[in-house]
């Protein structure tokens, strides 16, 4: 009987053997490859049932029992190996510990792939090769959302596939949501977050800049120009046209926002006019108005008394910073820097600097006017203050506080913001998409913060940009954008470079031996 179940041992693993070849090797057969697998094992199960006596012999000797024990602690230990490594993947961590987190993609990055609520696919068109400078940069967005899936396709390899997507070049990006589709052929952050913007969003927002009384030009490249602002706004999917409100009298109705941006000469009546009934129609206003910088500079009434209608008081002082934060950018007192900003959804997480160059100070009015409640978006330190003796300083730059002429000692409003909505307005939108209706006002003492000479200071096109995403209801987009990575790398004069190839190669090696003679003769 025992030479029976011995025969029976071998013929078991003859049919696991013979199941695992053709698995491997005739995977057409694939189905026989299981049943004689499932015969094996059997055969093999009976033998084992057949030796019990042994086997139970075997477990209750001494070496039996210390053999179940180092069994069982190795089963233990891989089992705690194979749990620690499926939490692993199930809940993985990263951290980013470069100097500008150049790995890690950016708050508004963030946001917006976090509210994505139907599956977003990434098609990157580029030589095989090229793949994975592409999949380092696509991973975080993997990363940060579910939703997100990438394919990679070689053009080279799959032409049909290529010309399908009328794809003209390597290195082409597709984004498919929800049955939109957009591209880019860029492989930063900030371009693949705006074509995410773009897809997503599903059409363009109109922003619209007055014209006509010196304000800034969206499509001048000049310092004092708003170009780089007019490219910021394309690239978040946002239209960029300019209105000169005394030829048509009327804020067009697809107008997301309207921006009135540092006008040297006052509105008419029937311009203002435009705006108040463009603001019933739960319309939205950037409104800067920058303080006149000398005699000959007019004032600007009418659009003063319109900010107070909204509950802003405009002066005609001048906010100087005697905090000295403005030697960290290179500017003067007449530079306020603001560094912490009040609770507003326009600086949620807002923690970089911002500069605002010859900006009046504005002052909220305590109980609002008409119903029109302001609230503080950003503020000068407290060192701060607001200067009413604008001549002195333009003509010395040396100004003191004295608040017997009319100065106003910090923390003084440089931008302040107003949300409403009318008492017959509905509590909720008609739809869960649509925005809240409501009117929503943006008032600034400065206009150069945005402009293309300033713009590049800390987080200066971060606050405009915020402001316009709350102006036009698109909350998403209000974060800090990517920041391109910084240049690392270490400059060396020739004498610093051979002062480092003696060090390596001669004076440490040399102090090596030399410890090593001195230990060998002290123990001889």
Same mark, same amino acid.
Not at 44 to 63: A, D, K, P, T
Not at 195 to 209: A, E, L, N, R, W
């Given at each position: +009987?025992?030479?029976i /179940?011995?025969?029976?041992? &071998?013929?078991?693993?003859?049919?696991?053997?013979?199941?695992?070849?053709?698995?491997?090797?005739?995977?057409?057969?694939?189905?026989?490859? %299981?049943?004689?697998?499932? @015969?094996g094992?059997a055969?093999?199960?009976?033998?084992?049932?057949?030796?019990?006596?042994?086997?139970?012999?075997?477990?209750?000797?001494? *070496?039996?029992?210390?053999?179940?024990?180092?069994?069982?602690?190795?089963?233990?230990?891989?089992g705690?190996?194979?749990?620690?490594?499926?939490?692993?993947r199930?809940?993985?961590?990263?951290?980013?510990? %470069?100097?500008?987190? !150049? $790995?890690?993609l950016?708050d508004?990055?963030?946001?917006?792939?976090?509210?994505?609520?139907?599956?977003?696919?990434? +098609?990157?068109?580029?030589?095989?090769?090229?793949?994975?400078? $592409?999949?380092d940069?696509?991973?975080?967005?993997?990363?940060? *959302?579910?939703?997100?899936?990438?394919?990679?396709?070689?053009?080279?390899?799959?032409?049909?596939?290529?010309?399908?997507?009328?794809?003209?070049?390597?290195?082409?990006?597709?984004?498919?949501?929800?049955?939109?589709?957009?591209?880019?052929?860029?492989?930063?952050?900030?371009?693949?977050t705006?074509?995410?913007? #773009?897809?997503?969003?599903?059409?363009?927002?109109?922003?619209?800049?007055t014209?006509?009384?010196?304000?800034?030009?969206?499509?001048?490249?000049?310092?004092?120009?708003?170009? @780089?602002?007019?490219?910021?706004?394309?690239?978040?999917n $946002?239209?960029?046209?300019?209105?000169?409100l005394?030829?048509?009298?009327?804020?067009?109705?697809?107008?997301?926002?309207?921006?009135?941006?540092?006008?040297?000469?006052? /509105?008419?009546?029937?311009?203002?006019?435009?705006?108040?009934a463009?603001?019933?129609?739960?319309?939205?206003?950037?409104?800067?108005?920058?303080?006149?910088?000398?005699?000959?500079?007019?004032?600007?009434?009418?659009?003063?008394?319109?900010?107070?209608? &909204?509950?802003?008081d405009?002066?005609? *002082?001048?906010?100087?910073?005697?905090?000295?934060m403005?030697?960290?950018?290179?500017?003067?007192?007449?530079?306020?820097?603001?560094?912490?900003?009040?609770?507003? =959804?326009?600086?949620?997480?807002? %923690?970089?600097?911002?500069?605002?160059?010859?900006?009046?100070?504005l002052?909220?009015?305590?109980?609002?006017?008409?119903?029109?409640?302001?609230?503080?978006?950003?503020?000068?330190?407290? !060192?701060?203050?607001?200067?009413a003796?604008?001549?002195?300083?333009?003509? *010395?730059?040396?100004?003191?506080?004295?608040?017997?002429?009319?100065?106003?000692?910090?923390p003084?409003?440089?931008?302040?913001?107003?949300?409403?909505?009318?008492?017959? @307005?509905?509590?909720? =939108? =008609?739809?869960?998409?649509?925005?809240?209706?409501?009117?929503?006002?943006?008032?600034?003492?400065?206009?150069?913060?945005?402009?293309?000479?300033?713009?590049?200071?800390?987080?200066?096109?971060? +606050? /405009?940009?915020?402001?316009?995403?709350?102006?036009?209801?698109?909350?998403?987009?209000?974060?800090?954008?990517? #920041?391109?990575?910084?240049?690392?790398?270490?400059?060396?004069?020739?004498?610093?470079?051979?002062?480092?190839?003696w060090?390596?190669?001669?004076?440490?090696?040399?102090?090596?031996?030399?410890?090593?003679?001195?230990? &060998?003769t002290?123990?001889?």
């Open positions: +009987m025992t030479r /179940f011995n025969l029976i041992s &071998w013929l078991g693993i003859a049919l696991v053997v013979g199941a695992v070849g053709i698995r491997f090797g005739v995977p057409a057969q694939e189905k026989y490859a %299981t049943y004689l697998a499932w @015969a094992l055969s093999i199960l009976v033998y084992i049932l057949s030796q019990w006596r042994e086997i139970w012999g075997f477990f209750g000797s001494r *070496s039996g029992r210390y053999g179940t024990l180092a069994a069982s602690s190795l089963l233990i230990v891989l705690i190996l194979v749990a620690v490594n499926y939490i692993g199930k809940q993985n961590k990263r951290w980013d510990l %470069t100097a500008s987190a !150049q $790995y890690s950016s508004q990055s963030r946001s917006v792939v976090q509210k994505l609520d139907a599956p977003l696919t990434v +098609m990157v068109f580029a030589q095989e090769p090229q793949f994975q400078g $592409y999949r940069r696509l991973k975080e967005y993997a990363y940060a *959302s579910k939703n997100i899936t990438a394919e990679y396709v070689d053009p080279d390899k799959k032409p049909l596939v290529a010309q399908q997507n009328k794809v003209q070049q390597y290195g082409t990006l597709i984004f498919n949501y929800k049955g939109r589709s957009e591209r880019t052929t860029a492989n930063t952050e900030q371009d693949i705006n074509t995410i913007i #773009k897809v997503v969003s599903g059409q363009v927002k109109k922003v619209y800049f014209q006509g009384h010196g304000e800034r030009d969206p499509n001048s490249g000049e310092r004092d120009g708003y170009q @780089a602002i007019n490219t910021a706004l394309t690239n978040e $946002y239209g960029v046209e300019k209105i000169v005394a030829q048509t009298s009327k804020v067009p109705d697809d107008a997301s926002a309207l921006i009135i941006a540092g006008p040297k000469t006052d /509105f008419f009546g029937p311009e203002l006019d435009a705006v108040k463009y603001l019933e129609r739960n319309g939205k206003l950037l409104l800067m108005l920058d303080p006149p910088v000398n005699a000959s500079a007019p004032e600007l009434p009418t659009l003063i008394a319109f900010a107070h209608e &909204w509950g802003v405009v002066s005609s *002082s001048i906010i100087v910073d005697g905090s000295g403005g030697r960290l950018i290179g500017a003067d007192a007449s530079v306020p820097i603001a560094a912490n900003y009040p609770s507003h =959804p326009i600086t949620e997480r807002f %923690t970089v600097l911002t500069a605002y160059p010859l900006s009046r100070g002052t909220i009015v305590q109980g609002g006017v008409n119903g029109h409640s302001a609230v503080a978006v950003v503020e000068s330190s407290p !060192q701060s203050w607001a200067e003796d604008v001549k002195a300083l333009m003509s *010395s730059g040396e100004v003191t506080l004295d608040e017997a002429k009319g100065d106003k000692p910090g003084v409003t440089i931008v302040a913001a107003i949300a409403y909505a009318k008492p017959d @307005a509905p509590a909720t =939108p =008609p739809t869960p998409d649509a925005p809240k209706p409501e009117t929503r006002v943006v008032i600034s003492g400065d206009s150069d913060f945005a402009s293309n000479g300033v713009m590049g200071i800390q987080g200066n096109k971060d +606050m /405009f940009m915020n402001t316009i995403g709350w102006l036009s209801q698109q909350e998403n987009l209000i974060s800090i954008r990517a #920041k391109e990575a910084s240049d690392r790398r270490l400059t060396l004069t020739a004498t610093q470079q051979s002062n480092i190839i060090l390596a190669l001669l004076i440490v090696p040399g102090l090596v031996f030399a410890a090593g003679i001195y230990s &060998w002290r123990r001889r």
